[in-house]
């Protein structure tokens, strides 16, 4: 299977902004400040007070999370990322170019495959992952046979291990 596809700044934000959410470590820094709020509020206020008080912290922390990602992920703008993509499953790799790199993973090497709203996302290293817009296949059906073909690569890889 062969994909092509130009990854835009608002790709690169959307993925960071779903991994963060989905990370337990920052999920639990930010319930842990709402407890404080919640624990630092008079006890006079109210319950119902004092749980929208740390509701409205934990929504603004991860709003100053989101904020401080979009200007961080801007000032490190990298034209080698943000450009034309061509992902290819082949036998033995997952291939990737752009008109900087060609690079070659091959299939005991990739860890997973993940599909989330507005992307697929093959992590090739814990920290490291190729992210594919939706928009890069022609329907649903072609994105859910991209991933299926991935985990059947990754899986059989790790089977021949």
């Not at 206020?45 to 801007?74: D, E, H, K, P």
């Not at 703008?77 to 990737?96: C, F, G, P, V, Y």
């Not at 900087?100 to 091959?106: E, G, I, P, R, T």
Request: with cysteine; aromatic share 14%.
């Amino acid at each position: 299977m062969h994909i092509e596809y130009e990854t835009k700044f608002r790709d690169i934000v959307l993925f960071n902004a779903m991994h963060q959410f989905l990370s337990p470590l920052l999920q639990g820094v930010l319930i842990l400040f709402a407890i404080f709020t919640f624990m630092s509020e008079p006890k006079e206020c109210g319950l119902v007070v004092r749980s929208i008080a740390a509701l409205t912290s934990y929504v603004a922390m991860w709003a100053l999370q989101f904020l401080f990602n979009v200007a961080w992920l801007y000032s490190r703008k990298n034209d080698s990322m943000l450009t034309h993509h061509t992902i290819e499953i082949q036998d033995r790799a997952l291939l990737e170019e752009t008109k900087f790199n060609k690079s070659l993973f091959y299939w005991n090497g990739v860890i997973k495959v993940i599909k989330r709203p507005g992307f697929i996302a093959v992590y090739v290293a814990p920290h490291l992952a190729h992210v594919i817009p939706i928009r890069a296949f022609s329907s649903t059906a072609q994105g859910a046979e991209f991933t299926a073909l991935v985990k059947q690569k990754i899986h059989a890889a790790k089977s021949e291990s």
